[in-house]
């Protein structure tokens, strides 16, 4: 019997190896995996050209006018009244006026300082067209020798156009630089439209002329400003002061 089983056993392996080699083994598993996508081509892209200015540049300086490029270095007096002329003449220049006031003399017998407006306008004939020039009486906040009438010399700027405006109008130039200037001198000094008049109405004379526009002169303004207003109208009476011219 134990003989048996020994030969049983040993059996065992050739019986297993045979079977072995009967089985029917199975191929191989393989997945089939998708192909790996090519990378994505992107076109090069160009290279920005360097900047050939400064990143940040400073802004132009621009020129601004002052609002009132006729302001005087001398105190400045208690102007009330301005008072338009004109020279009656196709020429002139402020040397050519003071030339002709000099020789002038007043009630007392007095000779005048000179030139006795504060400003005058040239139409191109002596003084370039339209140009405003001052006199030493405005440089030196003096009283006028223009109105012939003592209130409104102490108290009124005295603005002369060259010209005969008995014959014809103000040039362009003239008619731009008289309301500039009125209109600064009005802003500046709180002078009323209703003052700003022209000789013959505050004298007996036909000055300045039947063709100067002076409702269109005494209504100019400066230019507008942020915040700027009317100026107010006066409320009390000059102090006169005696004239000496």
Request: hydrophobic share 35%; glycine share 8%.
């Amino acid at each position: 019997m134990k003989g048996i089983i020994m030969c049983c056993v040993a059996m065992l392996p050739a019986f297993e190896i045979a079977g072995c080699t009967q089985r029917n083994s199975l191929p191989p598993v393989t997945i089939n995996s998708p192909a790996p996508m090519p990378a994505p081509q992107y076109p090069a892209q160009a290279a920005k050209p360097a900047p050939t200015g400064p990143l940040f540049t400073t802004p132009p300086t621009i020129a601004i006018e002052p609002s009132n490029p006729w302001k005087p270095e001398a105190e400045v007096r208690d102007w009330e009244y301005i008072v338009i002329h004109h020279t009656a003449s196709s020429s002139g220049s402020v040397e050519s006026i003071h030339e002709l006031h000099s020789k002038k003399k007043d009630k007392s017998g007095n000779s005048w300082l000179g030139i006795g407006y504060h400003f005058v306008i040239g139409n191109g004939n002596g003084m370039p067209d339209g140009e405003i020039e001052s006199t030493f009486r405005w440089r030196e906040q003096m009283h006028g020798a223009h109105a012939g009438n003592n209130a409104y010399n102490q108290k009124g700027i005295g603005i002369c156009l060259v010209g005969n405006f008995e014959n014809e109008p103000p040039t362009d130039a003239q008619m731009a630089a008289v309301k500039k200037l009125v209109g600064v001198l009005k802003a500046e000094y709180n002078i009323s439209s209703q003052n700003v008049q022209g000789h013959r109405d505050v004298k007996a004379t036909a000055c300045p002329g039947k063709y100067f526009p002076m409702s269109e002169v005494a209504s100019a303004v400066d230019l507008p400003v942020l915040g700027s207003t009317s100026p107010p109208e006066p409320t009390r009476k000059p102090e006169i002061e005696l004239a000496q011219e």
